[in-house]
């Protein structure tokens, strides 16, 4: 099946610093990317939909000028966490579909596992 | 709004037996996707089976099968002759018939016995 790698798969930043995490299509091209943010034995909470040349569209609550979301290339998505805080840690996955449609799974990427300190 | 409801937050099986987990779902739409995750201590979502509403045979994948009930809304997992591997969180989702956006219940953290 498709893959999608993240990177990294684990940072650690501290408190006022920004952190980036890449989502990589490694076989398809993603015109849609989606981030997530989960934390420990909870859900996947949806943070953002990453269009490929336009703005992103994020979830209600979701601070777009905290979490920027660019996807400058249609096998690539960056979430960069501005200004982290100790409540931000969180684990973060992405996942892309390899097309448009109905028949088109989404693929996940292995998540990262943020911690500000 | 579509919601996904799992009302299970931890179920035990014994090794080699079989657990049934419990879904839910709200929803207007007739057509449209529903499907259950594995997620292991690995935390790599993993596709389990999917199912398609206007579809009413049941989906099955070798050990794992579901019982959907359109009417009813109601879509359960039932995984037969367990084994340690399929512990882990399970997540049940929804999807639109067009459009990619999952929505996903809370979740049942499935612990396996030996």
């Known amino acids: 099946g498709a893959v999608v790698s993240q990177h990294p798969s684990w940072v650690i930043c501290k408190s006022g610093t920004s952190v980036k995490i890449e989502c990589r299509s490694l076989?398809?091209?993603?015109?849609?990317m989606f981030w997530y943010r989960q934390f420990p034995k909870q859900s996947l909470m949806l943070m953002a939909t990453?269009?490929?040349?336009?703005?992103?569209?994020?979830e209600q609550g979701v601070e777009k000028d905290k979490f920027l979301i660019n996807h400058a290339s249609l096998t690539l998505s960056t979430l960069t966490v501005t200004s982290a805080h100790p409540e931000d840690s969180s684990f973060y996955i992405c996942?892309?579909?390899?097309?448009?449609?109905?028949?088109?799974?989404?693929?996940f990427g292995p998540g990262t596992r943020l911690t500000v300190t | 709004a579509q919601t996904v409801t799992q009302s299970q937050p931890e179920m035990s099986v014994q090794e080699a037996e079989t657990v049934t987990l419990s879904c839910t779902y709200d929803?207007?739409?007739?057509?449209?996707?529903l499907f259950w995750y594995k997620q292991p201590p690995s935390r790599q979502m993993i596709l389990v089976i999917r199912?398609?509403?206007?579809?009413?045979q049941n989906a099955t994948e070798n050990r794992f099968s579901v019982n959907f009930q359109k009417a009813a809304k109601s879509f359960s997992l039932k995984i037969s002759d367990s084994q340690l591997g399929d512990a882990a969180m399970y997540f049940c989702?929804?999807?639109?018939?067009?459009?990619?956006?999952?929505?996903f219940g809370a979740g049942t953290i499935l612990r396996v016995k030996s």
């Open positions: 996942s892309a579909p390899p097309g448009l449609g109905r028949n088109y799974e989404q693929y």
């Open positions: 076989d398809f091209q993603a015109t849609t």
């Open positions: 990453s269009n490929e040349g336009s703005k992103a569209t994020y």
């Open positions: 929803t207007s739409e007739s057509d449209y996707y």
């Open positions: 199912q398609e509403a206007y579809k009413q």
């Open positions: 989702a929804y999807r639109r018939l067009y459009g990619n956006k999952l929505v």
